[in-house]
């Protein structure tokens, strides 16, 4: 930062704020963790400089013989850690590798089948805002009212009433496993494209602490950030048999010249994430996932589906009187980070939603383990009571796991 303070300081400033914020705050959105100083590194060097448009061999610019490398490492890490036969690694963003996706397998006004948004699907599974709904018929399942489990029944029911030409499965606020083999199953009954966005769940999968979608899959997709622990952007895997597909969906119909320098931090990434460090990770985050979720039931909020098997949770406020957006305002005032959310069929609008969704992939890359997961859910339980005195007590937690040791 000592550049930039010279160069731009109030760049500096901002930037300094942030790493502030994140090191006295706790970390708690479902969908983000602390990538590592190597993966930090890579993203801010001179590889930003370099155009790159097509793949390792196949440029339309020159120069490209050594950022070549960095891909073909990071395809043949990607392909190696999740075992698939082709990998994408130039997608921008999740939505920008469902974009691809979709680009390779529809053509405009197919119908799609996938999670509705209320239950837990992404905007790019069929949002009337986002070009998923705006190009294609989305058809949403949901969970089942009694077990707020996925309705496998209902998808088979809808599956074979709209014969989609793609089912999508994956959610970002839907807390277990997805039966793969069951959507592999209804998919092929009436002749369908599966495809997984794994966007939560990739790093619990790297980690071997989730069900692998790779082998049911026609296509997964997802992103190197969130419990990856990698840089800002997104991941194809497919079959031999769709790799051209995916390739032309990305580069050139849906993207110009890769962001070589996010590529090679995702080689980086992929490379930490199949070592036995980064399992050990996956399993932690699970697990102190699970004792965050009971810990908070304890505290009178209601979890969807009882409790969660991955990271990520989604615990209702109003038995406590309150709905998600004044959850999170409490929250944030004892310095911890949640977001609000909606839970299905939920009374509430959108916009206040009647639970918080948190996630342990931050906290556990900060090394806190089940102990400190317990002591959160109670901080949380207090900060939403309106107890006084809950900051100072994380404030002190914050303190003693920094989210990059050393360099604060
Ligand atoms: N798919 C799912 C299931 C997600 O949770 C997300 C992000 O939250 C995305 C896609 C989109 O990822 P991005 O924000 O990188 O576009």
Not at 320 to 345: E, M, N, S, T
Not at 377 to 403: C, K
Request: charged share 20%; aromatic share 6%; glycine share 12%.
């Amino acid at each position: 930062l000592e550049l930039l303070d010279r160069v731009d300081p109030r760049l500096a400033d901002i930037v300094r704020a942030e790493e502030e914020r994140q090191r006295t705050r706790l970390q708690l959105l479902a969908g983000e963790s602390f990538t590592s100083p190597a993966v930090l590194a890579v993203l801010g060097s001179v590889l930003t400089d370099k155009y790159a448009e097509g793949y390792p061999g196949a440029r339309y610019h020159a120069g490209c013989e050594i950022v070549d490398l960095a891909e073909q490492l990071a395809v043949e890490r990607a392909t190696a850690l999740f075992g698939a036969e082709h990998a994408n690694v130039q997608p921008y963003s999740g939505s920008s590798a469902n974009l691809a996706a979709y680009a390779a397998l529809l053509v405009p006004g197919d119908t799609v089948l996938a999670m509705g948004l209320p239950e837990g699907g992404h905007l790019t599974h069929g949002s009337r805002a986002n070009f998923s709904g705006r190009w294609f018929d989305f058809v949403g399942y949901g969970v089942h009212p009694r077990t707020g489990l996925v309705d496998m029944d209902r998808v088979r029911e809808l599956a074979l009433a709209h014969r989609p030409k793609a089912i999508v499965c994956g959610a970002i606020s839907y807390p277990r496993h997805i039966d793969y083999a069951a959507f592999r199953e209804i998919a092929d009954e009436v002749g369908a494209y599966l495809v997984v966005d794994a966007a939560h769940t990739l790093g619990l999968v790297a980690g071997g602490a989730a069900p692998d979608p790779v082998p049911y899959a026609d296509v997964v997709t997802g992103t190197t950030h969130k419990l990856l622990r990698g840089p800002r952007g997104g991941l194809i895997l497919c079959g031999a048999q769709l790799a051209r597909r995916i390739d032309r969906a990305v580069f050139p119909f849906s993207q110009g010249g890769p962001h070589m320098n996010v590529v090679a931090a995702k080689a980086v990434a992929f490379a930490e994430a199949a070592t036995p460090a980064f399992a050990r990770y996956a399993r932690q985050v699970v697990a102190n996932a699970r004792t965050l979720a009971s810990g908070l039931a304890e505290q009178g909020l209601a979890l969807r589906t009882g409790g969660t098997d991955t990271h990520l949770m989604v615990a209702g406020v109003t038995g406590l009187g309150l709905d998600g957006q004044q959850a999170r305002a409490r929250c944030a005032g004892a310095g911890i980070v949640v977001d609000k959310c909606a839970v299905p069929g939920d009374p509430r609008p959108p916009s206040a939603g009647s639970a918080i969704r948190l996630g342990t992939a931050s906290v556990t890359c900060q090394g806190m383990g089940e102990a400190e997961a317990a002591l959160i859910a109670d901080l949380i339980g207090r900060a939403l009571r309106g107890v006084r005195g809950v900051a100072a007590e994380v404030a002190d937690l914050t303190a003693r796991f920094p989210p990059r040791p050393g360099q604060a």
